[in-house]
C-alpha cells in the first residue's frame, strides 16, 4: 500500500500548513488519520476521518485544525491553523493499518 504524506514545512508562529495524505488508488480504507511524534514522545492522536466525511479530533487542537476527505482523489487533508511552538514535531498519515512516511512541521516563535 502506497501513502504519501506531504506539505509539511516551516512556518511562524501563528501560520498555517497543509498536510496532504494520499493513498495508492487501487486501495481504499475507511478511516485515515493523522498522528504527531516529536523526539522522545510516543506518537500521538491528531484527526481521524472516516468516509463520510466525519472527524474527529485530539482535545489540543481546539479548533485550530480541519480534517477533510476526498473520495475521490483518496485524499485526507489537515489544514493547520493558528500555529504554536508545541505543534512542531513529524507528522504521520495512516489509513487503515497503514503508515506513511512523516513530514516535518516546525513553528518558529
Known amino acids: 500500500v502506497q501513502l504519501q504524506a506531504s506539505g509539511g514545512g516551516l512556518v511562524q508562529v501563528g501560520g498555517s500548513l497543509r498536510l496532504v495524505c494520499t493513498v495508492g488508488m487501487d486501495t481504499f480504507f475507511e478511516r485515515m488519520e493523522w498522528y504527531r511524534q516529536t523526539p522522545g514522545k510516543q506518537r500521538e492522536f491528531v484527526a481521524g476521518i472516516n468516509t463520510i466525511g466525519v472527524a474527529n479530533y485530539a482535545n489540543f487542537v481546539q479548533g485550530r485544525f480541519t480534517l477533510l476527505r476526498d473520495i475521490a482523489r483518496n485524499t485526507a487533508t489537515l489544514e493547520m491553523g493558528s500555529l504554536r511552538p508545541e505543534d512542531t514535531a513529524v507528522y504521520f498519515c495512516?489509513?487503515?493499518?497503514?503508515w506513511g512516511q512523516g513530514t516535518l512541521v516546525t513553528v518558529s516563535s
Open positions: 495512516k489509513a487503515g493499518p497503514h
